[in-house]
């Protein structure tokens, strides 16, 4: 089964940086593409940013030039470096598979990101 499991979450001040890791199982990991989504509190989940497996990148434009994915095979992890954070990047933080159309099963417990002003 495929199992997500995000960390790295915690409470930082504006302009502070965090760094999150999701390891992930049950999947050949240095195949697939990978993604960070977030979800706040009120609104849709959305896509953060994406990597695949030659390391292509894509981010959302609210994050773009201060969010960095990126990922380690041999860990079956990929990260999701943040800076320069904002009060409007709080929220719950999750990874899973862009191009698995079974995603909605995966979706793991998350991990919060919260910035104050």
């Known amino acids: 089964q495929v199992q997500l499991v995000e960390s790295g979450g915690g409470l930082v001040q504006a302009g502070g940086s965090l760094r999150l890791s999701c390891a992930a199982s049950?999947?050949?990991?240095?195949?697939?593409?990978m993604g960070w989504y977030r979800q706040a509190p009120g609104k849709q989940r959305e896509l953060v940013a994406s990597i695949t497996r030659p390391g292509n990148t894509n981010y959302a434009d609210s994050v773009k030039g201060r969010f960095t994915i990126s990922r380690d095979n041999a860990k079956k992890t990929v990260y999701l470096q943040m800076n320069s954070l904002k009060p409007e990047d709080t929220a719950v933080y999750y990874c899973?598979?862009?191009?698995?159309?079974?995603?909605?099963?995966?979706w793991g417990q998350g991990t919060q990101v919260t910035v104050s002003s």
């Open positions: 899973n598979l862009p191009f698995d159309s079974d995603y909605e099963k995966y």
């Open positions: 049950g999947i050949i990991f240095s195949i697939r593409a």
